[in-house]
């Protein structure tokens, strides 16, 4: 404080200190008022914006990431992509971990060039991050980062349902400190979205979603459980439309790293945009975590199809072992029957969503990942 008198230099120190406290109690306000989510992903690449969401609202705290190699991606990648994406938000110490490479039972894959792209981030090169990653099992991680928070926490799973449903396995304790569980996956009223022109023709399966048709079993489990599920599935995800339209106007206001990255998928992307498949499925996930209005629908059991039977082998990946992670011999499940999502049963009620208000999910989209 050079050329300053002495209680001028007092008065700006003391300003100097407060201004610290009063960032401080702000910063600490907000974390006890943020809600605690941990996101189970394949990292796909609706994954990658759904991700972002998470870590950049205000009124979440995203404390773990988890991942395995039965979706989309592989765990290595997985990984490091995750860390990358995390640098681009205001996210602060994110715990991130990986679990099994396989489902819990069956030999289901996703088509390998899919697999490719969630790898590779779809081509786009981010630097490599400084975060660490555990090396503990997600599931692991998924009851200590549980364990440690101080409220309930929203579980988001966009993904396979394999390391919910070991976690639910092996630490059935924890259910109490869950307060939701956000599923993207499955379909009702819907058609399924097996068959994909040019990656699974003719595939025999005209009625399951990809996320619970790569690991039934993991869903089954799942579903029995008696978690506070809310369910968006196809029925929903089917509203929210990726058009050219947005992305036009998406990048006319692109401004930070993370937009500016999302922007760059867009336009990699332009094909799969005019297909007219291409849909918000894990950033609606996101947003019902963030606001459960954006779910609108009704109560009912929900049970998943799972039958052993005649593999389809484009979608069957005979690298898996042969037995389980319990130590079981490892089942051929029917590709036709099995990963359906049906109402009724005996399982406990879950919220399946029907309706959302896609206009103002694009417009929280868009202000989330533009805020500084």
């Known amino acids: ?39 189970d992903t394949d990292m796909a690449i609706d994954d990658w914006s759904a991700l972002l969401v998470l870590a950049m609202h205000d ?27 995390l640098d681009l938000t205001p996210a602060g110490d994110v715990q ?34 400084a975060r660490p990653t555990s090396e503990e099992h997600a599931v692991e991680v998924i009851h200590t980062a549980l364990d440690s928070s101080g409220q309930k926490t929203v579980l988001v799973a966009t993904g396979s349902l394999t390391n919910i449903a070991q ?31 040019g990656f699974t023709d003719n595939h025999p399966n005209t009625e399951a979603e990809w996320n619970i048709f790569v690991d039934p079993e993991a869903a089954a489990q799942v579903f029995a459980s008696g978690l506070s599920i809310e369910v968006v599935g196809l029925d929903v995800t ?24 999302w922007d760059a998928v867009l336009d990699d992307n332009d094909w799969f945009i005019e297909s007219g498949e ?18 609108k629908g009704d109560l009912a059991p929900v049970t998943v199809s799972v039958e052993a039977g ?3 082998q484009p979608s069957s990946l005979r690298s898996i072992p042969d037995t389980t992670a319990n130590g079981a011999e490892r089942r ?13 049963g005996d399982n406990p009620a879950v919220k399946i969503c029907r309706d959302t208000d896609a206009n103002r999910a694009f417009r929280l989209f868009t202000h989330t990942l533009n805020q500084g």
């Open 278 to 295: 291409y849909y918000f499925w894990d950033v609606l996930a996101a947003l019902v975590a963030l606001d459960p209005s954006f779910c």
């Open 238 to 261: 089917n509203q929210v439309k990726v058009t050219k339209a947005f992305a036009r106007d998406f990048k006319a206001v692109a401004k930070t790293q993370a937009a500016q990255f």
């Open 167 to 197: 976690w639910l396995e092996k630490y059935p304790g924890d259910t109490n400190k869950v307060q939701r569980l956000v599923i993207m996956g499955g379909a009702f009223e819907a058609p399924g979205n097996i068959i994909v022109p």
């Open 96 to 129: 991130i971990a990986c679990g099994d490479d396989y489902p819990m039972d069956g030999y289901f894959a996703f088509p390998e060039p899919w697999r490719q792209q969630a790898d590779t981030l779809s081509g786009i090169t981010l630097p490599d991050s």
């Open 1 to 39: 404080m050079i050329g300053l008198n002495p209680a001028m230099q007092k008065r700006n120190s003391l300003y100097i200190f407060y201004s610290c406290v009063l960032v401080a109690f702000l910063s600490n306000a907000h974390a006890s008022s943020a809600q605690p989510v941990i996101f």
């Open 310 to 312: 005649a593999p389809w």
């Open 59 to 85: 009124d979440l705290e995203l404390v773990a990431v988890t991942s395995n190699g039965a979706g989309e991606t592989r765990c290595a990648p997985a990984m490091k992509n995750i860390a990358a994406l």
């Open 332 to 344: 051929h499940l029917d590709a036709r029957k099995s990963g359906i999502t049906r109402v009724g």
